[in-house]
């Protein structure tokens, strides 16, 4: 039986675990986490640190799976990048993999390039911020280089708080270097990716919607997207672009994008399959490609070429928004559950529980999926859905 490392056994690996089950393979994951839910998953298990690249080529070199893969997550980029360049696995390249998982050294990448991404600087000191912060006019995004899932992001309007910024972005950054960049104004989208031998197949575009500042959480996305077709080229364009630049030969990618007044701009690229419910759910139901098929059996050395054409029907995500505070009730209609066109609903609180401010995708209340021949059947049975479901919170 052909066998393959995943790392990371958290619930946003469980797909990919599952996926790679149902090919008939002996999935081996590899989570830091002895308590990892994808565990109960797996045929083996090791406690090990994903960043761990040492133990874990020595463990490839042991057992000698066909692949070395993670689905929606950069934590373990670095690390699949050392093991596959020293072993010979397909994977990115270590220079690559710094490039997709250092917000800064991307932003370098792209910008000699010549790809459009807002006008940003590096700040390793508070001195640098402070300079940073004369250096760009308006309001500005202050980030860590080094995190995901909107950890650490501020929109600075008001300068007189820019140590409440400078102190929210080095708290969720490893390695201490922040970014600051110009706030772009436009819609979000990202932008699913499959690269194969160098050519890259665009197999859909994600419309998101966000909270706005000061933290810029996603609320929601929906496939396929919902913008101009004339504006839907140029936002593959520049995603073409940015994946070249990065460096990337084979594997998925999950590009975000501002469409601002002057045109699409890059935010930031990741060389992994799309997180939040993206590439498991919405590109599944959304489109006729099962993209974590495929990235496990690119990897596998398996898939040379993508020909299909895509099919294109409709998928949508919501997820609940709610005030701080104690969880009195959460009452949901049988109906609801019933319905064939829904594909998921989840809760991560409880009755009793206590909801504090969303300041993170993290701690959202819980979300719905549901699937529809076109995005916009999509979109109005989850707000249907989310109108009918009563979620009760006494204020503490």
């Known amino acids: 039986m052909k066998k393959v490392f995943i790392?990371?056994?958290s619930a946003l690996q469980v797909p990919l675990i599952k996926t790679a089950k149902n090919l008939g393979l002996y999935v081996i994951v590899i989570d830091l986490n002895p308590e990892a839910v994808g565990f109960k998953y797996a045929d083996e298990k090791y406690v090990i640190s994903t960043r761990d690249g040492e133990s874990i080529a020595e463990l490839a070199e042991e057992i000698g799976?066909?692949?070395i893969?993670?689905?929606?997550?950069?934590?373990?980029?670095?690390?699949?990048?050392?093991?596959?360049?020293?072993?010979g696995y397909n994977t990115l390249s270590y220079e690559t993999s710094l490039k997709a998982t250092d917000k800064f050294l991307m932003r370098e990448a792209l910008k000699v390039n010549k790809v459009a991404i807002p006008k940003y600087f590096l700040a390793e000191s508070k001195k640098d911020f402070n300079e940073a912060i004369k250096a760009i006019d308006g309001p500005k995004i202050i980030k860590p280089v080094d995190s995901s899932g909107s950890r650490g992001i501020y929109l600075l309007n008001d300068e007189s708080k820019r140590d409440e910024a400078f102190s929210h972005a080095l708290r969720h950054s490893n390695n201490k270097k922040i970014l600051i960049e110009e706030y772009m104004r436009g819609n979000e989208v990202s932008v699913e990716t499959l690269t194969i031998n160098g050519k890259t197949s665009v197999i859909a575009i994600t419309d998101k919607l966000t909270t706005g500042a000061p933290h810029f959480i996603e609320t929601g996305h929906h496939i396929p997207s919902l913008v101009s077709e004339e504006m839907q080229n140029e936002i593959k364009k520049i995603t073409i672009q940015a994946i070249e630049a990065i460096g990337i030969k084979n594997g998925p990618s999950h590009t975000e994008i501002i469409v601002t007044p002057?045109?699409?701009?890059?935010?930031?690229l990741g060389a992994r399959l799309g997180g939040d419910f993206i590439t498991s759910h919405l590109v599944k139901y959304g489109t006729s490609i099962d993209l974590i098929q495929l990235h496990i059996l690119l990897s596998m050395g398996e898939l040379?070429?993508?020909?299909?054409?895509?099919?294109?029907?409709?998928?949508?995500?919501?997820?609940?928004?709610v005030s701080p505070g104690i969880v009195k009730d959460i009452t949901v209609p049988e109906y609801i559950v019933e319905d064939e066109n829904l594909v998921e609903l989840e809760f991560n609180y409880s009755i009793g529980d206590k909801v504090d401010e969303v300041k993170s995708s993290a701690n959202r209340f819980g979300y719905i999926i549901c699937k529809g021949e076109?995005?916009?059947?999509?979109?109005?049975?989850?707000?249907k859905f989310m109108s009918e479901i009563n979620i009760s919170i006494e204020e503490v």
Not at 70 to 87: F, S
Not at 304 to 321: K, N
Request: charged share 25%.
């Open 374 to 383: 076109t995005t916009e059947s999509a979109i109005n049975l989850c707000e």
């Open 304 to 321: 040379t070429s993508l020909d299909e054409e895509v099919d294109y029907y409709g998928s949508a995500i919501r997820y609940f928004q």
């Open 7 to 9: 790392l990371g056994g």
């Open 65 to 67: 799976p066909e692949a």
């Open 69 to 87: 893969i993670t689905a929606a997550t950069d934590m373990p980029m670095r690390t699949i990048a050392e093991v596959g360049e020293k072993l």
């Open 262 to 268: 002057n045109g699409p701009k890059i935010v930031e």
